[in-house]
């Protein structure tokens, strides 16, 4: 069990791409593990994405009370609806934000053995797999935000 140091907001790596992972080998497994560590560890968070621990690679885990999932290259395919939502970020401490999301997203990625999955988030889910998936383009939710909550 590792814990990573988080990045934060005036970090500039968090605005960087991350690149795509060619092999999941046992150093990826270990980053996501690393990773799951890193998010439980905190109060309340939802996902965490590679470039919040210093790693630019297209890594990430989220648990949004449904188990762990860890994705490799997770890629937005659809998505559909639109839904109000507030998000925080553990890079950003005590700031939330109200932004659009789409309601329903599917998503392709590779599993932690390196399979080739599909998955359909509605709701937080949804709202979560937007946000990570942003964080390996360099984008914060506050990039999207249209009103801050106190
Ligand atoms: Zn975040």
């Known amino acids: 069990m590792a ?4 990045r934060l907001f005036d970090d500039e790596i968090l605005r960087k791409r991350s690149k795509t992972v060619d092999v999941v080998d046992d150093r990826i497994r270990q980053i996501l593990d690393d990773m799951a560590d890193t998010m439980y560890d905190t109060e309340n968070a939802g996902g965490l994405a590679a470039p919040q621990i ?3 690679k297209r890594l ?5 009370g449904q188990g762990l999932i860890k994705l490799v290259n997770p890629e937005i395919i659809s998505m559909e609806g639109s839904q ?4 925080g970020c553990l890079s950003i401490p005590n700031t939330f934000g109200k932004l659009k999301r789409p ?3 599917k998503i392709h990625a590779l599993n932690e053995n390196g399979e080739k999955i599909m998955l ?6 949804a709202k979560c797999f937007c946000h990570e ?3 390996l383009e360099g ?3 506050t990039d999207l935000a249209t009103e801050y909550i106190k």
């Open 139 to 141: 984008i914060l939710f």
């Open 133 to 135: 998936i942003d964080h």
């Open 54 to 56: 210093g790693i630019l």
């Open 84 to 87: 109000d939502v507030i998000e």
């Open 3 to 6: 814990i990573r140091q988080i």
């Open 60 to 64: 990430v885990v989220i648990d949004m």
């Open 120 to 125: 359909t988030g509605k709701g937080d889910l």
């Open 103 to 105: 309601a329903k997203v």
